[in-house]
């Protein structure tokens, strides 16, 4: 059974940094995309950052590049999202998920998701 936790996250002032981490289990296929999306209250959910596994990869959205960072450590199995220069429109539900295909990386979509973790707060105020 996969299993994907989220840890990190919580509450900020704007410009300052955050770090949320996803950790998965009972995922035994070796290549890999994990991604984080986000979602605030009313809007839809949106893709933030991808890592794919057999190439080290990496994916962001426009609003991700230059101040947000994703990583993976040498198990495959925890990946995180190093956030800087945080603004309020950043607070959101962020969500980590994973797929096997490395073209769910490139499209950032959510439908092309097959597991999801349960979610974490992030919370930037001005």
């Known amino acids: 059974q996969v299993q994907l936790v989220e840890s990190g996250g919580g509450s900020v002032q704007a410009g300052e940094s955050l770090r949320v981490s996803c950790t998965v289990s009972?995922?035994?296929?070796?290549?890999?995309?994990m991604a984080w999306f986000r979602q605030a209250p009313g809007k839809k959910r949106e893709g933030v950052a991808a890592?794919?596994?057999?190439?080290?990869?990496?994916y962001y959205s426009y609003f991700a590049k230059g101040r947000f960072t994703v990583s993976q450590d040498n198990t495959k199995n925890t990946t995180s999202l190093q956030m800087s220069s945080l603004k309020p429109e950043d607070s959101a539900m962020y969500y980590c998920?994973?797929?096997?295909?490395?073209?769910?990386?490139?499209?950032?979509?959510?439908?092309?998701?097959?597991?999801w973790g349960q979610g974490i707060q992030v919370t930037v105020s001005s």
């Open positions: 998920a994973a797929a096997y295909f490395h073209n769910a990386c490139v499209l950032l979509d959510a439908d092309k998701f097959d597991y």
């Open positions: 009972g995922y035994t296929y070796d290549r890999r995309c």
């Open positions: 890592f794919f596994s057999a190439d080290r990869s990496t």
